[in-house]
């Protein structure tokens, strides 16, 4: 089943410009991760961050954890053509399996 | 970084016969291996857990006997879909557990059933 919601479930902006991604979850995690996944591609892991990690960087990715609203979101600054893809949020259930949300697909326009 | 391949990358058969797609970790042994299903613009769904050396464990409303999961050795596991109909038609992706406890995705193999 879904831990949770994304939100937008669809996201077009200008080249140049940032986009945030919203992910809300369900229960208590350990870690969410978030993942990136090219049109009829496999999926390309992208960040984790911790429980007791409120905000983590790399590159032009900055993704937030607020587990008090049960919610996560990716930022990504100075986008590119190249950013173009469905972006999924993804948190532990049990011990290793990973649950998804329903993804964002974010399109950047040059 | 390590890396999981798929075999097929893609396959197209006729409603009834059984498919099977192929899932290895290519520099690294897994003991866990998941194989999820994804159909178009919807996210992935969970079927199954497979075990190397025991009996996979199936998601709530997989068909254990229409979706037959044998994680053979520790690089290999493998997924046939029988008897398979149009409805099964969809994008089936494979990740593996490294030791790390990082999991690795496969490409994904794309299932059309005529």
């Known amino acids: 089943s879904q831990q949770g919601e994304e939100d937008p479930q669809a996201l077009s902006i200008q080249e140049g410009e940032n986009a945030t991604m919203n992910c809300s979850y369900k229960?208590?995690?350990?870690?969410l991760q978030w993942y990136r996944q090219n049109s009829g591609r496999g999926l390309v892991h992208l960040i984790l961050i911790r429980s007791n990690e409120r905000e983590k960087h790399s590159g032009r990715l900055r993704v937030t954890l607020d587990t008090s609203k049960k919610s996560s979101s990716l930022l990504i600054t100075a986008s590119r053509a190249a950013d173009t893809a469905s972006y999924f949020c993804?948190?532990?259930?049990?011990?290793?399996?990973?649950?998804f949300g329903q993804g964002t697909r974010l399109t950047i326009n040059p | 970084g390590a890396v999981v391949s798929q075999h097929p990358s893609w396959v197209i058969c006729k409603s009834g016969t059984s498919v099977k797609i192929e899932c290895r970790s290519l520099d690294f042994q897994a003991t866990t291996m998941f194989w999820y299903r994804q159909f178009p613009k919807q996210s992935l769904m969970l079927m199954a857990t497979?075990?190397?050396?025991?009996?996979?464990?199936?998601e709530q409303g997989v068909e254990k006997d229409k979706f037959l999961i044998n994680h053979a050795s520790l690089t290999l596991s493998t997924l046939t879909v029988t008897s398979a109909h149009p409805e099964d038609s969809s994008f089936y992706i494979c990740?593996?557990?490294?030791?790390?406890?990082?999991?690795?995705f496969g490409p994904g193999t794309r299932l059309t059933v005529l």
């Open positions: 497979s075990n190397e050396g025991s009996k996979a464990t199936y």
């Open positions: 229960t208590s995690i350990n870690n």
């Open positions: 993804a948190t532990p259930q049990g011990a290793q399996k990973l649950v």
């Open positions: 990740s593996a557990i490294s030791r790390l406890d990082t999991q690795y």
